[in-house]
């Protein structure tokens, strides 16, 4: 479905912010790379939902949860009938979380 859009929660775009500002205190150039490439990924979510893996840390997954990797930042994301949400950002460095 093309006319979904993307909606971020809170705390997801709190932990997206805190990824980029940390990766900028060594490298402000690299820092904006991360974000644009991972915002070109999640932009493409709109057309292709289902382009990755279900979230394998999510428990009873229906289907809707999926996940990608991308520069080291897992992003976990919900597909709606009318929304792709953004439910979290996480460094894959650090340990898994279960939800």
């Known amino acids: ?3 979904r859009r993307i909606s971020w929660d809170v705390q997801a775009l709190k932990q997206f912010n805190k990824a980029i500002l940390y990766i900028a205190e060594e490298s402000i150039q690299n820092a904006e790379k991360v974000r644009i490439e991972i915002i070109e ?7 292709h939902p289902e ?3 279900l ?3 999510k428990s009873n997954n229906t289907g809707n ?8 930042l ?4 919900y597909i709606g009938p009318d929304t792709i949400r ?13 939800y």
């Open 86 to 98: 953004i439910l979290r950002v996480r460094h894959t460095s650090r340990e898994p979380q279960n």
């Open 55 to 57: 979230d394998k840390y």
């Open 74 to 77: 897992r992003v976990a994301y």
């Open 41 to 47: 990924q999640i932009e493409i979510l709109v057309a």
């Open 65 to 72: 949860y999926r996940a990608f990797e991308l520069h080291r």
């Open 1 to 3: 479905m093309a006319n």
């Open 51 to 53: 382009k990755y893996p």
